[in-house]
């Protein structure tokens, strides 16, 4: 086998193992590559902005599960970070039933940084299933859909919840979204027919299909994968907001280097067949 | 190093590994973590939807408020167990009826609005979009875009004259989409990778501050 034929061959553990490698070692000796802000991150990060203490709630869907957690994971901590810092008033749900441990995470994290209070400055809904039934239902009473919050409270007794009857007692809503039922759902359902504002966060891996809905104004902007959250997370330092564990940033010099070497991959596998297809 | 002393640390970062070994070769490992991961979920799954779903939007309201009228949906949804009664198994198609016509009576408005009636307003030029000369130049590569691929998929005239090199610039897009969606399934994967081993080496090894 001639150095060719072994470039179209490269074992697979090889390739395992060389992106492993590749991926520990900046974590552990980090590089500090340059993380550019996309104009679709900055726009979700200023509407968030915009909104202070006296603005109506923002509602974040936590629609993901475990697997989907370095990538979305960062968004909630950074989005609930921002929120809080401003003493805008946060609710939580979620269309996934893995989502609620997304979110008791999140929130057993960031609201004691902030002194935060539940009930007070910010409130869990659960998790729902039937996405068209909940999202149409919230639509027309936000009670009807979740009479109790996820620990068992009336939404009644629930002070930030007062005024919150139906998507207008909303400033803006913001899906962390890995698949469905997810962002299409709360596009479909609360922006096409309530109007809702609609901030999207998704997976890398679906993010493509979300880039028209955002050309045509349809959503507000984009949060896409472990890049996406690593832009928030930097955009809220930059902001003054906090200085807590930036977990996507850290791993933006890891997805770089795993990127880089993939392209290696890609361009030896393709040098070996040109090379043994000329030589037939 | 600083290993960690709580043992759910380690239960986590064995089931992980356990995961990982695939990549050398099929292992009782792997199916070890592989079946525990589907009992635990299913399990998940039933006792988390009674308590968000059954317990607050039924048997509250029935049973504790006694709103007579939740037997209605309860007894509906009870319809979908007469699949295992063959006698009266038929029975199941009412609530599939009713989720199929409901259903549909509401998602095909909303499918219009979301994907054609806007996305056909933003592939339009209008004047806004030439606000600036980037978002006017981007306007009209979306337009070329758009109508290259449709002229892509007419299947109802031959392609010769214009349709023919306007169906080959379609295929262009077309593969620009493709390739730009595969570089984004690179990147999420590289991500969850990056997860795993930020787990390993941060809670577990204690070899960076996570």
């Known amino acids: ?25 900046p974590l552990i000796i980090p590089i500090g590559m340059p993380v550019n802000v996309m104009p679709k991150s900055e726009q979700v990060y200023r509407a968030v902005d915009s909104l202070g203490p006296q603005s109506r709630p923002i509602l974040i869907s936590c629609d993901f599960d475990p697997q989907s957690m370095p990538e979305l994971y960062p968004m909630l901590v950074a989005l609930l970070r921002h929120c809080f810092a401003r003493d805008i008033k946060v609710i939580l749900m979620a269309l996934w039933p893995q989502g609620p441990g997304m979110a008791e995470l999140a929130l057993s994290e960031v609201p004691p940084e902030f002194n935060k209070e539940y009930g007070r400055d910010y409130a ?13 239902g919230m639509g027309e009473s936000m009670r009807g859909v979740f009479p109790l919050d996820y620990y068992g409270t009336p939404l009644d007794s629930i002070e930030i919840l007062d005024d919150v009857r139906s998507y207008d007692g909303l400033s ?13 759902q709360w596009l479909l359902f609360a922006q096409s027919r309530y109007a809702v504002r609609l901030g999207v966060g998704v997976t890398a891996v679906i993010a493509a299909d979300v ?22 997370e930097i955009m ?11 977990r996507a940033a850290h791993g933006m010099d890891a997805q770089s280097l795993g990127h880089l070497l993939i392209m290696v991959f890609i361009v030896l596998g393709n040098i070996g067949y040109f090379v043994i297809r000329r030589k037939k | 190093m600083n290993l960690s002393p709580d ?35 299913a399990g998940y799954l039933i006792a988390i939807t009674y308590h968000n779903q059954i317990y607050p939007n039924l048997v509250v309201p029935l049973f504790f408020e006694g709103q007579i009228i939740y037997v209605i949906p309860l007894a509906f949804g009870l319809l979908y167990f007469t699949r295992f009664i063959p006698r009266i198994g038929f029975l199941v198609r009412l609530p599939i009826a009713f989720l199929l016509g409901w259903g549909s009576g509401v998602a095909i408005p909303a499918y219009f609005q979301r994907d054609i009636l806007r996305q056909t307003q933003g592939t339009l030029l209008t004047a806004d979009k030439f606000a600036t000369w980037d978002s006017g130049l981007w306007a009209i590569v979306i337009l070329i875009g758009v109508v290259c691929t449709l002229i892509y998929f007419f299947f109802s005239k031959e392609r010769k004259g214009i349709l023919k090199p306007a169906a080959n610039l379609g295929i262009i897009f077309l593969m620009l989409g493709f390739g730009a969606s595969f570089g984004y399934t690179v990147m999420s994967r590289i991500s969850l990778l990056i997860g795993r081993v930020q787990f390993l080496l941060g809670p577990w090894l204690g070899v960076i501050r996570y």
């Open chain 1, 1 to 25: 086998m001639n150095i060719f034929e072994l470039l179209t061959k490269i074992p697979r553990r090889i390739i395992f193992l060389t992106i492993f490698v590749a991926i520990a070692v």
């Open chain 1, 124 to 136: 869990f809904l659960g998790y729902k299933f039937g996405v068209t039934a909940v999202l149409l």
């Open chain 1, 172 to 184: 803006l809503v913001i899906t962390l979204s890995t698949g469905d039922p997810g962002w299409r």
């Open chain 1, 211 to 232: 880039y028209p809905y955002v050309e045509t104004g349809q959503v507000i902007g984009l949060l896409a994968g472990m890049k996406g959250a690593s832009e928030y």
């Open chain 1, 236 to 246: 809220v330092q930059q902001g003054g907001y906090s200085e807590g564990i930036r």
């Open chain 2, 7 to 41: 043992p759910w640390v380690w239960l986590a970062a064995f089931l992980t590994l356990c995961i990982f070994s695939f990549l050398y070769r099929d292992n009782i490992f792997y199916q070890f973590a592989e079946h525990l991961f589907v009992g635990i979920s």
